[in-house]
């Protein structure tokens, strides 16, 4: 078997391919990965020691060579994470990740009805479905909630989504679709709330809460969703949608609480600052058809991840400077240098 992992280099796909390694030894793992700014080769450096793993350097959105390597590897399987992922850059500048999700998709399930696969997964986010009011704790997303965005990227997301439905519908592609809540873990990069905390506290930099810190998100840890996306792939029904989530819930606040006592800072150190613009208030999977359909279930509670995460950014100080030097000093300034 022949798994071709686009964004591999990133975040939840660099734990992916690690996972495959390790449980899947017999496959061959293939890494396509463009390498933008949120990616760090470095985390690929154990992954390349291994003789069934294949790294290319390819964009998604590149029609000729995306197709290249599909003639020469002939993936059997396609589980595409490559993505534009944050949400504050999609409101500075939109147009990337209308190409990058939208077109770089297409681009991929083009090659996949052309050189034939068994499955295309689409890992996609519980910000489809837009957001629940913080007043109704018994409101849950579930596959059917319709689609409802509020972010350019949430809105690139859904239109991939929707084309990968069309792709099954119109093409018999093989398509599966998995939506997940906020992931947490190793290889994080420090734009998203938890490692942008853990690495600020750290440094006795101010934590910027975006508004009053109400704002609630479901935490999964990054290992389960890996684990949630393998059942998908060899338990998943083609042409069906997966929520994956597990019952974590907490407002952002308290997440940044926990991070500064588990560092033993100061509260002292939090800084309310200008709300992010459309902030969607609550997201709150409802994992019950993963659950009962491929008998996946989270094994990692948030008191336990959290713990485990911040231990892991402690350990690899190396890799957080690697990606906090450069072009992010001038990100962080432009995002967070006059925001009050
Ligand atoms: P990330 O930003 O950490 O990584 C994205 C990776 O994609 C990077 O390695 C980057 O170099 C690569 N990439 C970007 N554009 C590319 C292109 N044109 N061609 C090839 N590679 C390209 O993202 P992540 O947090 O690991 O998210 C992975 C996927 O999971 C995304 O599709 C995201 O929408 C989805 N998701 C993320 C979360 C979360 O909490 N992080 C939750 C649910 C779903
Ligand atoms: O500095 C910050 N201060 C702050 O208060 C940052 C970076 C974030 N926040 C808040 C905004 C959100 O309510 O924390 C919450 C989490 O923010 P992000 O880490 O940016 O994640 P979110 O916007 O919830 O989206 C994430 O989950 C779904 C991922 O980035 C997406 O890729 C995924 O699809």
Redesign the pocket.
Known sequence: MTILV??????????FVYMLLEERPDSKTIC?????????IH?LNDAMSYDNFVFYK?????REGINEIFGKEHPDVVV???????VDRSIENPA?FL???II?TAVLMDACRKYGIERFH??????VYGDLPLDRPDLFFREDTPIHTSSP?STS?ASADLLAVAYHRTYGLPVTI???????GP???PE?LIPLMINNAINDKPLPVYGEGMNVRDW?Y?KD?CYGILAVLEKGKAGEVYN?GGHNEKANIEVVRIILSELGKPETLITYVTDRKGHDQRYAIDPSKAMTELGWAPTTMFRDGIKLTIQWYKDHMDWMQECTSGDYLKYYEKMYGNRQ
């Open positions: 686009t964004g591999g280099a990133g975040f939840i796909g660099s734990n396509v990965d463009e390498l933008t700014y949120a990616a760090n985390t390819e964009d998604i959105r590149n595409n994470f490559a993505a534009e992922s944050h990337i190409e990058t999700n770089g689409q890992v996609s986010t519980d910000e990227y997301k998995s939506r997940c809540s906020n992931n947490y290889f994080q990069f998203k999964l990054v969703h994956l």
